[in-house]
């Protein structure tokens, strides 16, 4: 799903830290995200959990 320009909360890093670092009893770690945003984004959280 592309993003989409932000009308109410961007994306920002802690909350991509957050959703994306939920892998819960998979054994996987989130160690490192790297970041490229320009400007303010918006994707619905459901997206980020998929």
Do not use: C
Request: proline share 8%; hydrophobic share 40%.
């Amino acid at each position: 799903m592309p993003l989409e320009p932000a009308s109410r909360r961007p994306l920002d890093r802690q909350k991509l830290e957050d959703q994306l670092g939920r892998l819960g009893g998979t054994g996987w770690t989130l160690e490192q995200l790297e970041l490229d945003l320009i400007g303010d984004l918006f994707l619905p959280v459901a997206e980020l959990n998929r």
